[in-house]
C-alpha cells in the first residue's frame, strides 16, 4: 500500500530560509530598541507620541515642512580615558520620523513636551467645512 504525502508549497522557502538564516533569523535584531511613533486623532487634535529613550529636550527638533511635520533627535556621547589619551569611545543614536498633515491642521497652534523620554505633540485640527448645498435648476422641458 503507498502512503501519500501532502505537498507544501513553502517547504522548499522555509527550508532555504533556515539554510540562510538559520531557525531564528531575526536574531541579530533582538537586542535593538527601534522607537516607536504613534500618531492618532483624539479631541479633534491630530496627536503625535514619540518614544525617544535617553533623548533630552535639547536633542529634539520639530519643524512643519511642506506641510509635513518633522520630527528629529540626535544625540551623541563622547567619554575619553585621561590615562590612556588615545582611547576614545563615542556612540551615537538618531530619530527621524516625517508625518503628513491634513490640510486642516492649525500649525501655529503645534504644542510639544518631553516628558520621560516621550515626546507628546498635539496639532489642534480646525473644524470641517459644512458641506455646501448646490441647487438644481429645473428643467424647461414640458412632457
Do not use: C
Amino acid at each position: 500500500m503507498s502512503s501519500l504525502t501532502r505537498w507544501d508549497p513553502f517547504a522548499e522557502l522555509s527550508a532555504l530560509q533556515k539554510q540562510f538564516f538559520g531557525d531564528d533569523w531575526m536574531t541579530p535584531f533582538k537586542g535593538v530598541n527601534i522607537p516607536t511613533t504613534d500618531v492618532y486623532t483624539k479631541n479633534n487634535q491630530l496627536k503625535v507620541e514619540a518614544h525617544l529613550p535617553n533623548f533630552e529636550q535639547d536633542d529634539v527638533s520639530i519643524q512643519v515642512e511642506n506641510n509635513a511635520l518633522v520630527i528629529s533627535a540626535e544625540r551623541h556621547e563622547k567619554e575619553e580615558d585621561k590615562d590612556k589619551q588615545y582611547v576614545v569611545r563615542e556612540s551615537s543614536s538618531s530619530f527621524y520620523r516625517r508625518i503628513a498633515l491634513p490640510e486642516r491642521a492649525d500649525t501655529d497652534k503645534i504644542e510639544a513636551k518631553l516628558d520621560d523620554g516621550i515626546l507628546k505633540v498635539s496639532v489642534p485640527l480646525r473644524p470641517l467645512p459644512k458641506p455646501k448645498k448646490i441647487a438644481i435648476a429645473a428643467s424647461n422641458k414640458k412632457k
